[in-house]
Structures are given as C-alpha cells and as structure tokens.
T-cell receptor, first 113, second 113 residues
C-alpha cells in the first residue's frame, strides 16, 4: 500500500491564483481530512469527510473548498490564494470514527507571494 | 472548545536518558488521544493511540498514559537515542467530533550523542 499520498510536494502561487492540492489513499478509509500547520499555531483542521459525497467544515475553512466523489480521493481547492494561506498542508485518513489511528500524508508546502 | 497544551516546547537530553513529555487538555470528553512523531519536513507518524477507556499503551521503548479526570497524558521514552530526535505531538479526538483531531503545538526533542 502507498498509504496517503499528496501532490505537489511544493508549490509557489501568486496572490489571486487558484490551485488544487491532491490527496489520495489506498487503504479504503472512510474518513479523510485536511490540516494546515503553521508556526505557533500547530495543526488546524480545514475540512473533513466521513465518506464519499459527504464533507464538512473544520476550524479554518474560509478560502478552501473540498469535494469527495470517490472513497480514495479528497482534493483541496484554493479559490483565490492569499499570503495568509502560506502554510504546510497535510491530508489524513482513518478507517472509522473515533477509535482508529489516523494516517498522514507527507505534506504540501505552499508559498503564496 | 478543546485546548491542548504541550510542555516543554523544546527539550535537549543526552543519549540514554529516560524522559517524559507532557500533554494537557481542557475537556475530558474524548474518544482517544494519539501521540505522533514528526521529523523535519515530513508528515506525522502515529506512535501510540490510547482510547478513552484505557489508562496506558506501550510500544517498545515508548509508554503513553492517560488520565482523563485530570486532563493529562504523558509520553515516556526509555533509554533515548539520537534517532528519537523529532517533534512529538499529542492530539485529541473528541466525542463530539469523531476523527477530527485537536493538536498541541508539540515538543521538539533533541537527543545528543
């Protein structure tokens, strides 16, 4: 199993550009989520999904969209990038609710100029 | 809102020392608590998961304890090695959220040869 994969590893955007961060898992996990990690703020939840076709907002959802058309994929879309979205983004997945270890991808480092 | 605090923020020890990392949380209504390891520029790796009904979990040289009533968890690392150098994060999965983790900011551990 590849586990949780994320692409790209690193991206530079200009303010106002849009892009999609890709996340995929091959473990047949129902739960998937996106976090951002910032110095002094720790990891914060952006959006999450409890299964295909179901998504919900986390702690810091503004400026981001998600969709979950398949169990395997959970892309994160930046609609109009802002310097405040400069961060490291992590995707995570787990099999079920609340009692399962969460598996994290290697992260995408995003710089918005 | 759940708040997770980790003390100390950084720790430097000589090789071979036994050490304790601390995590405290404000709301005792949790599903589980997980300890993660993060190496520089990498994703998170789950070390131990303690379910709310458990008091401790062990894996090799690692032992994690959970005291819900006092809102505390500790990660004990025995006979530390330079390869243990990393940032250690604790995360709470709350009863009301289900696989939506609230993270502490981490303890950066350096084990000196």
């Amino acid at each position: 199993n590849a586990g949780v994969t994320q692409t790209p590893k690193f991206q530079v955007l200009k303010t106002g550009q849009s892009m999609t961060l890709q996340c995929a898992q091959d473990m047949n996990h129902e739960y998937m989520s996106w976090y951002r990690q910032d110095p002094g703020m720790g990891l914060r939840l952006i959006h999450y999904s409890v299964g295909a076709g179901i998504t919900d907002q986390g702690e810091v959802p503004n400026g981001y969209n998600v969709s979950r058309s398949t169990t395997e994929d959970f892309p994160l879309r930046l609609l109009s990038a802002a310097p405040s979205q400069t961060s490291v983004y992590f995707c995570a997945s787990s099999y079920g609710q609340g009692q399962e270890t969460q598996y994290f991808g290697p992260g995408t480092r995003l710089l918005v100029l | 809102k759940q708040e997770v605090t980790q003390i100390p923020a950084a720790l430097s020890v000589p090789e071979g020392e036994n050490l304790v990392l601390n995590c405290s949380f404000t709301d005792s209504a949790i599903y589980n608590l997980q300890w993660f390891r993060q190496d520089p520029g990498k994703g998170l790796t789950s070390l131990l998961l303690i379910q709310s009904s458990q008091r401790e979990q062990t894996s090799g040289r690692l032992n994690a304890s959970l005291d819900k009533s006092s809102g505390r968890s500790t990660l004990y690392i025995a006979a530390s090695q330079p390869g243990d150098s990393a940032t250690y994060l604790c995360a709470i999965d709350e009863e009301t959220s289900g696989s939506r983790l609230t993270f502490g900011e981490g303890t950066q551990l350096t084990v000196n040869p």
